[in-house]
């Protein structure tokens, strides 16, 4: 199964056009069976030809084997997702990369992880750790991973959605009269308690 997370630089109708021939890209290229890396590596190529120069693509791809949960994944400068371990532990999925879309050539680094039951992964746009309070502050990390933690700690996942649970944070950081800057986009992909 395939997983892609991405954000388009800039905003409007152009921004829009842009994800659309990204997501074009990547389903061709994914489609054709490579590893995330040479995928983001390949779609990186096409992309360049035809991005503007003020623009860029930020993107995460992953393939995941639902039946011994084995995530395979590369990131084009996208933030990294957080993955909660059902000990507790919050790591993120760190793997090196530009953008699509800046500059042909590109390496995408590789890594993998084994999703074990129990284990949930948040996937996220700058959105959420780009929005401001009244004073100019940002939501920001460290904060992120460590509200996840806080969350799972304690045991509120298990109440309400980890997304449900963040946007409540935010919406109390940012307080009333906020004016949205970014797409927020959030994802969680939950490993169940039994792989089959």
Not at 18 to 24: E, G, I, R, V, Y
Not at 126 to 151: S, Y
Not at 162 to 189: H, K, P
Request: aromatic share 6%.
């Amino acid at each position: 199964m395939g997983l892609v997370i991405g954000d388009v630089s800039g905003k409007g109708i152009p921004a829009a056009v842009l994800m659309a021939n990204t997501q074009s890209v990547l389903r061709t290229v994914a489609q054709r069976g490579p590893a995330p890396g040479q995928a983001l590596m390949e779609a990186n190529e096409v992309l360049c030809a035809y991005v503007p120069p003020n623009m860029f693509i930020t993107c995460f791809y992953g393939i995941l084997d639902p039946e011994s949960g084995r995530l395979l994944y590369a990131n084009a400068g996208h933030n990294l997702p957080c993955c909660q371990r059902h000990n507790g532990r919050v790591d993120e999925l760190r793997a090196r990369g530009m953008p699509l879309g800046l500059m042909p050539g590109m390496g995408y680094e590789e890594k993998e992880t084994i999703l074990a039951p129990g284990d949930s992964t948040l996937f996220y746009s700058d959105g959420l750790v780009e929005a401001h309070d009244p004073k100019g502050q940002m939501f920001g990390l460290p904060r992120l991973p460590e509200l996840v933690a806080e969350h799972a700690e304690e045991g509120s996942l298990e109440e309400a959605l980890m997304e449900e649970a963040l946007l409540e944070e935010l919406y109390s950081f940012v307080g009333e009269g906020w004016e949205q800057e970014e797409d927020i986009t959030l994802l969680t992909l939950e490993c169940s308690a039994s792989l089959s």
